[in-house]
């Protein structure tokens, strides 16, 4: 690797604290919803990637069974596919270093990528590995920090915590409505959700709505 | 093994094999409109799903209590722009006043 840019060290430095102390808020939520701190460790560690594992979190929370909590952890990540689609063309790269460069395909390493594609190729790739190195190690970090600490507060509902996790939802998707049929999908999504509670089993009315999802994107 | 440790492993299993198989399939296989469209629809309507089971339901009953005080103060930090730990810390903090003293 050549010369690394201070531009390139700054932005990737400052994404992966940033994002790495949302870290807290998942080992925090992670153990209110009954995780031990060891599974909340091992994913972040293992799945590595928030938004699934604040599904995982959410769905057992909630009384879903482990396959609904899986499979909508799992149409969360789907998305880092296909990052790596985008990524792989550029990195090049075969063996161990593929299979690190994949587990580290996520929202952010992608995105200070392409931000930094434009100034060099190697800037592109020293921005996918800093970024991507730098969020696992703060988030891997913090995890364990949120999770001994609301190991540490017992009744977390007396801190707010049931209702962090939801927030944490809301933060993560709110970027995300760019245009009105977005904003519409959400609006239907949570009443779809709301209304199907009381019906299906624990889990499902959430994974349904990922159906919702593909009729409005095959629509057009 | 239980629930919690089944989901644990096979999150990471499943996240893994989809990072690596992005990684190792053909570029113009996903290259389509749709299925890029598809994808950025998904964790919206997923999320949306979330919130909403999280804030309004307790094993698989509507309840409405303080979350969703929490989740309204988080819905105004994010409509004043605020950073994400704002939102995230003022819901927490809204909703433990309410739960404590209320």
Sequence with gaps: ?220 | MNAFWIATLGTSVIAFALKYSGHSIPQHWLEHPKVQRINALIPIALLSALVAVQTFTEKSKLMIDHRLAGVSVAVIALLLKAPFPVVVLSAAITSAAIYNWL
């Excluded at chain 1, 932005?11 to 949302?22: F, K, M, N, Q």
């Excluded at chain 1, 977390?156 to 993560?172: E, I, M, N, Q, Y």
């Design chain 1, 1 to 220: 690797m050549s010369r690394v840019e201070a531009i390139t060290v700054r932005d990737s430095l400052s994404v992966s604290l940033t994002v790495g102390a949302y870290g807290i808020a998942f080992g925090a939520a992670s153990v209110a919803n009954g995780f031990s701190v060891m599974q909340s460790c091992l994913l972040s560690l293992l799945t590595f990637s928030g938004a699934s594992q604040f599904a995982v979190v959410g769905v057992l929370g909630a009384g879903g069974s482990a396959i609904s909590a899986i499979a909508t952890a799992s149409l969360l990540g789907v998305r880092n596919g296909l990052y790596g689609v985008i990524m792989a063309p550029r990195l090049r790269v075969k063996g161990v270093k593929r299979i690190v460069a994949a587990h580290i395909t996520i929202d952010e390493s992608t995105a200070v990528a392409l931000g930094a594609e434009k100034r060099d190729h190697e800037a592109m790739k020293q921005g996918f590995w800093l970024t991507g190195i730098g969020v696992f190690v703060f988030w891997n970090l913090f995890t364990l920090l949120g999770a001994l600490g609301a190991q540490a507060m017992g009744d977390t509902r007396a801190w707010g915590l049931d209702s962090a996790v939801p927030a944490a939802f809301l933060g993560l998707v709110w970027p995300r409505l760019e245009s009105n049929r977005d904003r519409a999908l959400a609006i239907t999504s949570v009443l779809f959700a709301i209304a199907m509670t009381p019906i299906l089993p624990a889990g499902l009315p959430i994974i349904a709505t990922a159906f919702i999802a593909i009729a409005v994107g095959l629509r057009r």
